[in-house]
């Protein structure tokens, strides 16, 4: 297995929140997507997935709903709200000015 | 906001422990599945998915712990531990919460009456720039005082010299008068005895006072001598006496005379004298209506109402005094020019020793608050005191309970507890003790604060000058202290498991007692011990002095004796008339049946008045240097001194000879007769009078034993009883009868028989003499009952204190005790093991403190009576008190290890 990089908290939300931006994910598919995305550098331990998601739900950014999962079993879809719309233009936003700024200076030194 | 909302609605809501489980299995299931399709046989497909998947019970203990209402439902499951851990001791709970409960209540409810007396401002606007006026100097002529004056500062003036102050001065912004007075209020036809304050016509705008309804007084209700015949209603008595009716512009009868109600004042005020409770506020230029025996308002010689000024902004009061002297300086000059004695030692005493003293009055002039400080101060001590017991054993108690829990603890860190959870149970353990404490507190202490107040106000039915309201602040204080405290102590274990040695610690119950902390709660119990004999001491003084003082024989017997007072001038007899009808008053209850006899006096014995005035004797020059001799003056209707059984010692009582019309007499006492002949022989047939006064002049025709009459604890005066029919001026009086059966018996004949002369005359404040007594014993009373209570209460907490660490220390040593068993020794001699401690303990505790309850005892000297502070008995008493207590909390312990069985003990751990 490749060597893996753990992730920050705020960083493992913003991915959660980017993962289920286009169309709504059930926690494993979310887990796998960041995993296959990120050719498997970026690992998402799984038990701290779904306290992350929790999380993210009480504080309104993602909301749950039980639907039917590929196998057609029953299981729970995350989506943005609003609010987590905002929130994930908002982080994003962060991460781009805070990367560029570490890589200009990466770039300089 | 938007995560506020989500945030609230999870909180009601939550997610189910359900979902989670669901949410997680599934996930589980479909890893494997994929791991199937990888290839993996079905275990390795579920052991790869458990791996990847990390531990499952944290996932869902995480998924919990992300809940907005967590850490609600954390204190909460905290609280149930901390409850079911009380309430496996409910013993030691039970103590705590009543102590913690009785320290709050018995704290806020003396604190509570305290500041309201010593500490609160008067209800009126910018209490803080009022002045209080007294002066130095001499006097010539009456006074009138409700008592609170010390050398140097009288604080009677007279209307004249008000008027001049108030008009010239340039340092007050309003200078207020005040007096009070008993009158007869007529509402409806119903006639009753009530409160009368005269007041100047600015007193209401100058303490900013305002109406609840109508109008107050103004500059023009104090125009001239009795021409502003106008009341205004005190709150309380509309409401409570005339059921908040519509007065304005109605009338009120006072003293007979109809006078406008104008308004009431706003709820709350009473009087800018604290302690005074007027029903009714009647311009001071009314005070011949109010007091007809008196002529005040025109004679600058009579002293009778107490001046308050409000000063300018910005004018410090020595600035004022200064000011004020030079004008209070020329004022008497003036004078003393229309003095009758014009001599250089009068002028030096009257104009150049006079001073006039301007003082902070926020909180109000009040002889009331003078006499009520010195017992509120002492009970204060003892409720310290207990309060200080109470902390001590609170705190000593949940020590044990912590000792005793060392085992508890360590079980539960080795299970895996971090010091963090241990913490805070206990600080919820300490928290509810606090919280359960403080709950029953604050429901005793409006009980208590109420049987206080209705205590101390004994059975006269007056208003109380304190109101029964808790002080919120002082509660609220109290209460965090004491959950400040009960917090602490239940934490101070910690330090214990802090940095815990597990297998030291389970293997504990070996070792005899954890050294450090045993000496502190001995340290503990031996102040408990020490608390309780300086209150048990306190107790046995006051409750001695009391009884002393139930026992002073004032020289009559005060049994079967009813007294009640009757004015008629109350119910508007003018003067002339006012004698005659109480002839017909005495006439008429000495011929009811049951009635051993009957008698009057102008000068109510044993209820702390006083007429008193110097005197002249024929025959007697006095010494030129000597200080004035004020002797007592009552004026006493022909058979009072028979019924109060006043021994006669030489000559003869007032008989039916004596009348109105007939040679002015009088009867002196042995006092009187010692200061100015010798012999009671030699005063009879000899003249005496007021000096200036040829209307007062009898002859002595009889010399009486001394009798108590101010109160039973003050010494005995010199007496100079006169005829009340042969007086001057016609005055109300109060009556003495004596009755063969219960003298209350009495009360409804001797109505009835007043209400035949004239229905209009009020019979007041009807109590027996015994009853009196009493009243005028109250201090003492409510200080001897409060220490004994304390006192037990002491006695009681010291035991339950020395108990809890007896019971522990004996536990700790049931290993030694089953050895020294073992090696023979007999059970009485390991009851005496225990015992001898307990009693050392006690013995080195009150070595300690006998000498600090003689330095106590010093510090309250002036509420005893008849007790030396180092009475030997009171501390005998209290030691063996003290012992009993300790012995009986010894010995269940010394039982308990004495029945130890040694092979058991020996085999324990």
Known sequence: MPTSIDLLQGTLDMLILKAIANEPQHGLAIAQRIQQVSNNVLQVGQGSLYPALHRLEYKGWIKAQWGTSENNRKARFYSLTAAGRKHLAAELDNWERLAGAVNLVLAEI | ????????????????????????????????????????????????????????????????????????????????????????????????????????????????????????????????????????????????????????????????????????????????????????????????????????????SVLGVRPAVGRLFDGGDETAEGANPVVVLNFDYWKSHLAEAPVEGRTLLINGQPFTIVGVSAPGFHSVEWGRTPNVYVPITMQRVVEPEWKYLSDRNSYWINLVGRLRGGVKPEQASASLNVLFHGLREQEFTKLHDQSAKARKEYVDASHLNVEAGARGFSPLRDDVRMPLLIIMGMVVLVIAMAVVNVASLLLVRAANRVREFSVRYAMGATAPQILRQLLCEGMLLGLAGAALGIAIAPEALRLLIQWMQGSTGDPSAFTATLDWRVFAFTAVAMLAGSILFSLAPAAQFWNPRLADALKQQLSTGVGGSLRFRRTCVALQIGFSLLLMVGAGMFVRTIENLRHVNPGFATDHLLAFGLAPELAGYPGPAVVPVELRALEAIKNLPGIRGVGATNDADLTDEGREGDVYVTGFQEKPAADEFDVELPWVSNDYLQTLGVPLVAGRYFNRSDTSTSQRVAVVNESFVRHYFGSPQAALGRHTGRPDRPATDAVIVGVTADVKHTSVQDPVLPMCYTLFEQAPRPSGLTFYVRTWQKPEEATNAIRAAIANIDSKLIVSKVTTMSGEIDENLLAQRTIALLAMVFGALAALLAGIGLYGILAYSTAQRTREIGIRMALGAQRGSVVGLILRETLLLAGCAVAATVPLAILGARAVRSQLYGVSIADPMIYAAGIAGICVVAVLAGFVPARRAASVDPARALRTD
């Open chain 2, 1 to 204: 906001m938007w995560e506020w909302l989500a945030k609230a609605r999870f909180f009601f809501s939550g997610k189910r422990r359900v979902e989670v489980d669901e949410e997680i299995a599934f996930h589980l299931e479909r890893q494997v599945e994929v791991n199937l399709a990888a290839g993996m046989s079905p275990e390795e497909a579920r052991r790869r998915a458990a791996i990847v998947f990390g531990g499952r019970e944290r996932a869902r203990e995480q998924c919990r712990e992300q809940r907005p209402s967590w850490s609600v439902e954390l204190l909460l499951r905290d609280m149930r531990f901390a409850v079911r851990g009380l309430f496996r001791n409910p013993g030691l709970t039970t103590v705590a919460i009543l102590t913690l409960a009785l320290a709050i209540g018995a704290n806020s409810t003396i604190f509570s009456l305290m500041s309201q007396a010593l500490l609160r401002a008067l209800p009126v606007r910018d209490p803080q720039q009022l002045v209080v006026l007294s002066y130095a100097g001499s006097h010539e002529g009456h006074t009138h005082s409700e008592g609170g004056n010390t050398p140097g500062h009288r604080h009677e003036f007279s209307y004249l010299m008000y008027r001049d102050v108030r008009d010239r001065n340039t340092v007050f912004s309003g200078l207020i008068a005040s007096a009070q007075s008993a009158v007869g209020a007529t509402w409806n036809n119903h006639a009753e005895a009530v409160t009368a304050e005269m007041v100047t016509g600015n007193y209401f």
